[in-house]
C-alpha cells in the first residue's frame, strides 16, 4: 500500500513546510531568548510582510521584486512596533507581555481589514516558478515548493552565519548574557535591541511572503501559524536558533507524514465511518503529543540555548 | 399616578393589538441578521449587498408598506446571533427576520424567531432539521436545504460518467454532511473520503495523496479560510488535467479575485448562475455589478430573492401583514419573478427548484466567473420534506 514514490514525495512536503515555519520560528524565539520578550504579535507581522508584498505585487507584477521590496518595508513596521509599543515591556513579566501583544494582534488584524478590506488578495505564482520538476524518474515536484525550500535552507545557513560568526552576532549573543556590560562598553543596547526586533519582523513578513502565493493574503492569517510556532519554539529549545530549526523540521514532517498516512492506517483497522472520525483528529493532534513527548525527557527543549 | 401612566401605556400598547386584523399595517419592520465582520464574512457582506440592493430598487417600500430596517452582525457566533434575534421580534417587534450565513447560527435563533410568529427567511442556511420534523409555517428558504447542492454535484458527476471519485471535505459537520449528500446522487465508486481540518491552510499532504489515488475526479468542499489555499494548492499541484475538480462553495464570486487563474476549470452545482437566462436574474446582476462594480454571489442572489418574495406576499394580503398566518400562506404560494425562474415551494417551504453545472470560465471581459452549463436536476426537492408535517 505505501509507496517509495509517495512516502519521499510527502517528506518533500514535510520538509518545505517546516522550513516555512522555521522561517516564521526564528524570528519569535530570537527575541524570547534574546531580549527575553513573548511577542504573541508575531503572526501579524506575518501578515502585514504578506500584505505589503500583495499590494507591491499588485503595482509591480512580479513576486521575486514584490517580496526584495516588502522586506525592507516589513522591517521598519517592526522597528515601528518595537519603537511605539514594545520597548517599554522589556522590564515587565510576560504576562504583561502576553497581555500587550495579544492587544497588537487585533490592533493589526483590524488595521488590516480597515486599510485592504475582508477580502483576500491575491499573489500569482510567476511563471518560471510554476508547473512541477522531475526530481529524480519517477518522483515529480511543484517546482514553487522547491524553491520554498531553497529559500528556507538559505535563510538558515545565513542565520547561522550571522549569529555565530560577526561581529553583529557577538553583540546579540552578548547583550543577551550581559546587557550591563554590553552597554558600558559603549554599545546602543536599546538601538541592538529595535535592530533584532526588525530583523525577526522581516524573516517572519518573509515567510508570510514566501507562502502567499500558496495561501490566503487576509486578515487574521498569522494567527493559526503562531500556535505552530510556539510549539516549534518550546520543542527546540527556547532562544536556540538551531534548535528551531530542527523541532520546524521534525514538527513540519510529523505534522505532514501524519496527516498522509495516519487516516489510512486507521481504516484497515477501524470500521470507515469510525476511522473517518478518529483518524483527522489524531492526526491534528501528533503535533502537540511530540511536543508533550519531548518535553517530559527534555523539559528545556532539544538545544536549550545557554542563558546568563 | 404611577399606576395611572402604567395604566395608560398598557392601554396604548394594547390598542393596536385589538384592531389589527381588520387593516392593513402602516409599515414593515425587517430585521437583517447576517455574518458581517471576522474571518468568515464574505459571503454575509455579499449577502446583505443584495439584500440592501433589492430594498433600494423597491424605493424604500416593501409590497407599497414603508420598510423599517436593520442590519445586525452576527458575527459568526450562534450566542450573539440569538440575543440579537431576541432583540429583533421582543423589544423591536419585527415582522420578518432575514439572512444568516451559517447553518448554526440559524439553528441558535430559529426558534426565537419562529415563536415569536415572526416571519424566517433564510437568504442561505438549510440545516435538515428545519427542512425536516421541526419545520414551521413562518419559515422560509429562498435558497436551499443544506445537503441539496451536494447532492445536485453528485448527480452532476454521475451524468458525466466519472468513475473513481475522491471526496475532500473539511472535517465538521457539514463537511460530512456534504460527503453524505454527494453519496446520494453518485453511484460511481468513491475510493477514499479525505477530512481535513477545518480552516487548515496547507494540503500539500492531502493533494499529494489524492494525485497518488489516482482518482478520475475529486469532490471538494472546503469552506472558510481554507478554501483559497486549497485552490492555489490544487492549481499550484498541476492536477487539474488528469483530475477533474468538482467542488462546491468554494470558487465563486467572493473568492474567485483571490484564487485567481487557479479557479479556471472547476466545476460545480448550483441553482443559480449570474448568466441564468430571465429577466429578474438579468436585472440583479445588472443592477449589482453596476452599484458594486463586482459579480454577485449566490448569496446576494437568494438575499435580492427573500426581498422579492417579501415584496410580493406583502401586494398579495394588501399589506394586511400582521395577520401572520395569512401572511405565511401568501409566502407559501405567491408567484413572483425569482431570479432563479418559475419555483414552488414544498410543504416544508424549501424550494423545488432545477440545479445546472456550473463550470469556471472568463467572460467577455476577462474576468472569471461561475457559468451555467447546463440543467442538471429538474425540480429537485430536498430528501427532508416528507418529516415536515405541515401539508
Same mark, same amino acid.
Given at each position: 500500500?505505501?509507496?517509495?514514490?509517495?512516502?519521499?514525495?510527502?517528506?518533500?512536503?514535510?520538509?518545505?513546510?517546516?522550513?516555512?515555519?522555521?522561517?516564521?520560528?526564528?524570528?519569535?524565539? /530570537?527575541?524570547?531568548?534574546?531580549?527575553?520578550?513573548?511577542?504573541?504579535?508575531?503572526?501579524?507581522?506575518?501578515?502585514?510582510?504578506?500584505?505589503?508584498?500583495?499590494?507591491?505585487?499588485?503595482?509591480?507584477?512580479?513576486?521575486?521584486?514584490?517580496?526584495?521590496?516588502?522586506?525592507?518595508?516589513?522591517?521598519?513596521?517592526?522597528?515601528?512596533?518595537?519603537?511605539?509599543?514594545?520597548?517599554?515591556?522589556?522590564?515587565?513579566?510576560?504576562?504583561?507581555?502576553?497581555?500587550?501583544?495579544?492587544?497588537?494582534? /487585533?490592533?493589526?488584524?483590524?488595521?488590516?481589514?480597515?486599510?485592504?478590506?475582508?477580502?483576500?488578495?491575491?499573489?500569482?505564482?510567476?511563471?518560471?516558478?510554476?508547473?512541477?520538476?522531475?526530481?529524480?524518474?519517477?518522483?515529480?515536484?511543484?517546482?514553487?515548493?522547491?524553491?520554498?525550500?531553497?529559500?528556507?535552507?538559505?535563510?538558515?545557513? /545565513?542565520?547561522?552565519?550571522?549569529?555565530?560568526?560577526?561581529?553583529?552576532?557577538?553583540?546579540?549573543?552578548?547583550?543577551?548574557?550581559?546587557?550591563?556590560?554590553?552597554?558600558?562598553?559603549?554599545?546602543?543596547?536599546?538601538?541592538?535591541?529595535?535592530?533584532?526586533?526588525?530583523?525577526?519582523?522581516?524573516?517572519?513578513?518573509?515567510?508570510?511572503?514566501?507562502?502567499?502565493?500558496?495561501?490566503?493574503?487576509?486578515?487574521?492569517?498569522?494567527?493559526?501559524?503562531?500556535?505552530?510556532?510556539?510549539?516549534?519554539?518550546?520543542?527546540?529549545?527556547?532562544?536556540?536558533?538551531?534548535?528551531?530549526?530542527?523541532?520546524?523540521?521534525?514538527?513540519?514532517?510529523?505534522?505532514?507524514?501524519?496527516?498522509?498516512?495516519?487516516?489510512?492506517?486507521?481504516?484497515?483497522?477501524?470500521?470507515?465511518?469510525?476511522?473517518?472520525?478518529?483518524?483527522?483528529?489524531?492526526?491534528?493532534?501528533?503535533?502537540?503529543?511530540?511536543?508533550?513527548?519531548?518535553?517530559?525527557?527534555?523539559?528545556?527543549?532539544?538545544?536549550?540555548?545557554?542563558?546568563? | 399616578?404611577?399606576?395611572?401612566?402604567?395604566?395608560?401605556?398598557?392601554?396604548?400598547?394594547?390598542?393596536?393589538?385589538?384592531?389589527?386584523?381588520?387593516?392593513?399595517?402602516?409599515?414593515?419592520?425587517?430585521?437583517?441578521?447576517?455574518?458581517?465582520?471576522?474571518?468568515?464574512?464574505?459571503?454575509?457582506?455579499?449577502?446583505?449587498?443584495?439584500?440592501?440592493?433589492?430594498?433600494?430598487?423597491?424605493?424604500?417600500?416593501?409590497?407599497?408598506?414603508?420598510?423599517?430596517?436593520?442590519?445586525?452582525?452576527?458575527?459568526?457566533?450562534?450566542?450573539?446571533?440569538?440575543?440579537?434575534?431576541?432583540?429583533?421580534?421582543?423589544?423591536?417587534?419585527?415582522?420578518?427576520?432575514?439572512?444568516?450565513?451559517? %447553518?448554526?447560527?440559524?439553528?441558535?435563533?430559529?426558534?426565537?424567531?419562529?415563536?415569536?410568529?415572526?416571519?424566517?427567511?433564510?437568504?442561505?442556511?438549510?440545516?435538515?432539521?428545519?427542512?425536516?420534523?421541526?419545520?414551521?409555517?413562518?419559515?422560509?428558504?429562498?435558497?436551499?436545504?443544506?445537503?441539496?447542492?451536494?447532492?445536485?454535484?453528485?448527480?452532476?458527476?454521475?451524468?458525466?460518467?466519472?468513475?473513481?471519485?475522491?471526496?475532500?471535505?473539511?472535517?465538521?459537520?457539514?463537511?460530512?454532511?456534504?460527503?453524505?449528500?454527494?453519496?446520494?446522487?453518485?453511484?460511481?465508486?468513491?475510493?477514499?473520503?479525505?477530512?481535513?481540518?477545518?480552516?487548515?491552510?496547507?494540503?500539500?499532504?492531502?493533494?499529494?495523496?489524492?494525485?497518488?489515488?489516482?482518482?478520475?475526479?475529486?469532490?471538494?468542499?472546503?469552506?472558510?479560510?481554507?478554501?483559497?489555499?486549497?485552490?492555489?494548492?490544487?492549481?499550484?499541484?498541476?492536477?487539474?488535467?488528469?483530475?477533474?475538480?468538482? %467542488?462546491?462553495?468554494?470558487?465563486?464570486?467572493?473568492?474567485?479575485?483571490?484564487?485567481?487563474?487557479?479557479?479556471?476549470?472547476?466545476? %460545480?452545482?448550483?441553482?443559480?448562475?449570474?448568466?441564468?437566462?430571465?429577466?429578474?436574474?438579468?436585472?440583479?446582476?445588472?443592477?449589482?455589478?453596476?452599484?458594486?462594480?463586482?459579480?454577485?454571489?449566490?448569496?446576494?442572489?437568494?438575499?435580492?430573492?427573500?426581498?422579492?418574495?417579501?415584496?410580493?406576499?406583502?401586494?398579495?394580503?394588501?399589506?394586511?401583514?400582521?395577520?401572520?398566518?395569512?401572511?405565511?400562506?401568501?409566502?407559501?404560494?405567491?408567484?413572483?419573478?425569482?431570479?432563479?425562474?418559475?419555483?414552488?415551494?414544498?410543504?416544508?417551504?424549501?424550494?423545488?427548484?432545477?440545479?445546472?453545472?456550473?463550470?469556471?470560465?472568463?467572460?467577455?471581459?476577462?474576468?472569471?466567473?461561475?457559468?451555467?452549463?447546463?440543467?442538471?436536476?429538474?425540480?429537485?426537492?430536498?430528501?427532508?420534506?416528507?418529516?415536515?408535517?405541515?401539508?
Amino acid at each position: 500500500m505505501l509507496n517509495l514514490t509517495l512516502v519521499l514525495n510527502q517528506a518533500l512536503n514535510g520538509v518545505q513546510f517546516g522550513l516555512m515555519l522555521f522561517l516564521f520560528s526564528a524570528g519569535l524565539t /530570537l527575541v524570547l531568548g534574546i531580549m527575553n520578550l513573548v511577542n504573541l504579535a508575531h503572526g501579524s507581522l506575518y501578515m502585514l510582510g504578506a500584505f505589503f508584498a500583495a499590494t507591491i505585487y499588485s503595482w509591480v507584477g512580479s513576486l521575486p521584486l514584490a517580496i526584495l521590496l516588502a522586506l525592507p518595508v516589513t522591517f521598519l513596521a517592526g522597528v515601528v512596533v518595537e519603537f511605539v509599543v514594545l520597548r517599554s515591556f522589556y522590564q515587565r513579566d510576560h504576562l504583561d507581555q502576553v497581555l500587550a501583544t495579544f492587544g497588537l494582534i /487585533l490592533f493589526l488584524n483590524e488595521l488590516a481589514r480597515v486599510v485592504w478590506g475582508a477580502a483576500p488578495l491575491n499573489m500569482a505564482i510567476p511563471a518560471f516558478l510554476s508547473g512541477r520538476v522531475e526530481l529524480i524518474p519517477g518522483i515529480t515536484y511543484p517546482v514553487y515548493r522547491l524553491a520554498l525550500i531553497a529559500l528556507g535552507l538559505l535563510v538558515a545557513l /545565513l542565520l547561522y552565519l550571522l549569529v555565530a560568526k560577526t561581529k553583529l552576532g557577538m553583540l546579540i549573543r552578548a547583550g543577551a548574557s550581559n546587557r550591563e556590560m554590553v552597554e558600558a562598553l559603549g554599545v546602543d543596547i536599546r538601538l541592538l535591541f529595535t535592530g533584532v526586533f526588525g530583523f525577526g519582523a522581516a524573516l517572519a513578513g518573509l515567510a508570510g511572503m514566501a507562502v502567499g502565493p500558496l495561501l490566503s493574503v487576509e486578515p487574521a492569517m498569522g494567527d493559526g501559524v503562531l500556535i505552530l510556532a510556539l510549539v516549534v519554539i518550546v520543542i527546540g529549545g527556547i532562544g536556540s536558533i538551531r534548535g528551531s530549526f530542527v523541532a520546524a523540521l521534525l514538527v513540519g514532517l510529523v505534522d505532514t507524514v501524519g496527516r498522509a498516512f495516519l487516516p489510512g492506517l486507521l481504516v484497515t483497522m477501524l470500521p470507515r465511518t469510525l476511522a473517518n472520525a478518529v483518524g483527522p483528529a489524531l492526526a491534528s493532534m501528533l503535533i502537540y503529543l511530540l511536543m508533550a513527548a519531548v518535553l517530559l525527557f527534555r523539559p528545556q527543549g532539544l538545544f536549550p540555548a545557554a542563558r546568563g | 399616578m404611577r399606576i395611572g401612566t402604567f395604566g395608560a401605556v398598557v392601554a396604548c400598547a394594547l390598542a393596536p393589538l385589538a384592531a389589527q386584523p381588520a387593516q392593513a399595517a402602516d409599515k414593515i419592520k425587517i430585521g437583517f441578521i447576517s455574518t458581517l465582520s471576522g474571518p468568515a464574512a464574505l459571503p454575509g457582506i455579499d449577502q446583505g449587498n443584495g439584500f440592501s440592493l433589492a430594498l433600494e430598487e423597491l424605493g424604500g417600500k416593501v409590497g407599497g408598506l414603508p420598510a423599517e430596517v436593520s442590519k445586525n452582525d452576527d458575527q459568526s457566533k450562534p450566542d450573539v446571533a440569538k440575543q440579537l434575534a431576541e432583540k429583533l421580534v421582543k423589544r423591536d417587534q419585527v415582522d420578518a427576520v432575514v439572512g444568516v450565513i451559517y %447553518s448554526n447560527v440559524m439553528m441558535a435563533i430559529y426558534n426565537a424567531v419562529v415563536d415569536a410568529k415572526a416571519i424566517m427567511i433564510s437568504a442561505n442556511a438549510g440545516p435538515s432539521q428545519i427542512a425536516g420534523k421541526d419545520c414551521s409555517p413562518y419559515f422560509f428558504a429562498t435558497s436551499w436545504q443544506n445537503d441539496a447542492p451536494h447532492a445536485a454535484a453528485g448527480a452532476y458527476v454521475q451524468q458525466q460518467g466519472v468513475k473513481k471519485v475522491v471526496i475532500i471535505a473539511s472535517n465538521y459537520q457539514a463537511g460530512h454532511d456534504a460527503a453524505a449528500g454527494f453519496k446520494s446522487k453518485y453511484k460511481g465508486e468513491v475510493i477514499d473520503e479525505i477530512y481535513p481540518a477545518f480552516g487548515q491552510p496547507d494540503y500539500s499532504a492531502e493533494i499529494t495523496k489524492i494525485s497518488s489515488e489516482k482518482p478520475d475526479a475529486i469532490y471538494a468542499f472546503i469552506p472558510g479560510g481554507g478554501n483559497v489555499p486549497f485552490a492555489k494548492q490544487w492549481a499550484e499541484a498541476g492536477l487539474t488535467k488528469t483530475i477533474t475538480p468538482y %467542488s462546491a462553495f468554494m470558487y465563486e464570486a467572493v473568492t474567485l479575485p483571490a484564487i485567481g487563474e487557479a479557479g479556471l476549470g472547476v466545476r %460545480s452545482a448550483a441553482f443559480w448562475t449570474y448568466d441564468l437566462d430571465n429577466p429578474a436574474s438579468k436585472k440583479f446582476v445588472a443592477a449589482y455589478r453596476k452599484k458594486y462594480n463586482a459579480y454577485p454571489a449566490v448569496y446576494a442572489a437568494q438575499a435580492y430573492d427573500a426581498v422579492l418574495l417579501l415584496d410580493a406576499a406583502v401586494k398579495a394580503v394588501n399589506g394586511k401583514i400582521e395577520d401572520r398566518d395569512a401572511f405565511a400562506k401568501a409566502l407559501a404560494t405567491v408567484k413572483y419573478d425569482s431570479i432563479r425562474g418559475p419555483f414552488t415551494f414544498g410543504n416544508n417551504h424549501f424550494p423545488i427548484q432545477n440545479y445546472y453545472a456550473t463550470e469556471i470560465v472568463k467572460d467577455a471581459e476577462g474576468n472569471l466567473v461561475q457559468a451555467g452549463k447546463g440543467l442538471v436536476l429538474k425540480d429537485d426537492q430536498d430528501l427532508y420534506h416528507d418529516q415536515c408535517p405541515l401539508k
